[in-house]
């Protein structure tokens, strides 16, 4: 670590960097035991469950992304415990560092001090809170932030290059598309440079990771498996639904992440209005204007305040420099910058509103530890009743429940752990039923996404929220399985009259008219 830490320069070593990022931490502390849904976060975490119980990443279970992120939940797991709060003490620790190297690379391109913390800690305050959860983003902005600075400044220390891609392979291993343009603007950064020696030891860094990912799929035989899920159903079936309007679902809090990368677009423009050509001439600061860009490409396919609050970092470092250029010295700077400050108290007042709620929730024991749901419909009772069912008993989430599956202690049995209309494929559709006929002894059914409209509100490019797959696997769990209680907006039915044989055709293409 202190050779990383001389690698990369006396600014990230400077004093402010640790403040920033203690004081990220303490703005994310409030949120680590609270759980506003049972999606996203929960697919990390059951992956690093059926890892230690022996199952195989991609053979065993499908998934989406690199295997990176799994294998780093799993190792923290197995270092700290499986509680979420043991897991989102690691997330808060990412975040931390996040905005510490934000901080990092801005004081680098601006010298300021003041600007580079303020930037870094806005970006935190408007970002967190509902999103203080584990999430594969995070860990690959980490490592793309850590690629970027590394990037930054002649390498005299040869551990730079090596570094730099090391951190941009990471990302890449992590996140497929944020992960491999952070590779190619390190890559692109590196050129301003224009030494051989360092492109080689930027390659030999991001081989060195992909080597050892290679490594473990072979170790596991899921070489030809998580080559179809990573690269050629992610490719085929995750972008089509995926869009949505730039800036969706903006809050009083996100404003600022959503104004950040249009906000850089004018302040370039207003450089060069007043001839400050230095913003191309000098190299950091074309490295800060290519992560800039690659940020604002990384927000795509789905541009919506959260996945613009995972990229926000990149460009924050072209802010500062563009800012400290242009802004006026001595006393009107100093109102400007009051100003702006005032700007933030909205986000400041949302975020410190959000805080005094969570903690204010009821605690609720669940076999992943306490924690509270800040908008319970039905899942404490449900896990409660879950906890008294026969230790080995089967329970499928159906369809968009992976983190109740984790608070359950439950065995999922399909290899999928989501289903969503256009995006999950009629064959796993297919493959899900026969294995919940075989193997589930229990089916949880959330109401709020048995529908068309709540799909069609989170996926609005969706063109069928009801096709034939899903319909038809819908109808064979209401004809071999039975309702016993209803918890909310969960429906808890038992095994009563299973048959593969109501799967028949679930992956069949519809009868022509």
Known sequence: MPTIFRALGNDLRSRPGPIVAVVTILICLPFIRSVWWMSDEGILLQAARRMAGGETLYGDFFELHPPLAFLLVRAWQAIFGETLVAIRLGMVLVLSGIAWLAY???????????????????????????????????????????????????????????????????????????????????????????????????????????????????????????????????????????????????????????????????????????????????????????????????????????????????????????????????????????????????????????????????????????????TPAGEPALLARLATLPIGQEVLFYPYSPLLAVLSARHHPARVDVFVPNYSTPEQYQEACWQMMDRADWVVVDGTLTGSDPFRKVFPAMTNPSPPERTAFEAAVQAGFVLDARYGHYDLLRRSRPSRLLCTGIDAPPASP
């Not at 305050?125 to 990037?151: D, K, P, V």
């Not at 100093?334 to 975020?351: D, E, G, H, S, T």
Request: net charge positive; with cysteine; proline share 6%.
């Open 104 to 374: 990092a690379c801005s004081f680098r391109l601006s010298g300021n001090v003041r600007l580079s913390a303020f930037l870094a800690l806005a970006w935190v305050i408007a970002s967190q809170g509902l999103w203080t959860q584990l999430n594969h983003s995070w860990i690959s902005t980490l490592f793309s932030m850590l690629a970027f600075r590394a990037s930054l400044g002649p390498a005299r220390n040869e551990v730079r290059p090596f570094l730099t891609g090391m951190a941009a392979g990471a990302a890449a291993v992590v996140t497929t598309s944020r992960g491999g343009l952070t590779v190619i603007a390190a890559c692109l950064s590196l050129l301003n440079w224009r030494s051989p020696r360092m492109l080689l030891r930027f390659v030999a860094g991001g081989a060195l990771v992909a080597a050892a990912m290679l490594v473990y799929l072979l170790a596991t035989g899921s070489v030809t498996m998580a080559y179809q899920q990573v690269v050629v159903f992610a490719a085929t079936h995750y972008s089509n639904i995926q869009y949505v309007p730039f800036g969706s679902f903006v809050t009083r809090q996100s404003w600022p992440l959503v104004a950040a990368f249009p906000l850089a677009a004018v302040a370039v423009i207003v450089l060069l209005i007043r001839r400050r050509t230095d913003l191309f001439v000098d190299p950091d600061a074309r490295t800060a204007i290519i992560f800039a860009i690659i940020g604002f490409i990384g927000c795509f396919p789905r541009p919506d305040a959260a996945h613009i609050g995972f990229c926000v970092p990149f460009v924050l470092p072209l802010l500062a420099r563009i800012f400290d250029r242009i802004t006026p010295r001595g006393r009107l700077g100093q109102w400007l910058f009051a100003a702006v400050m005032l700007a933030m108290l909205p986000p400041l007042v949302a975020i410190t509103k959000e805080a005094i709620r969570v903690m204010r929730q009821p605690l609720h024991a669940t076999r992943a530890g306490t924690i509270s749901f800040i």
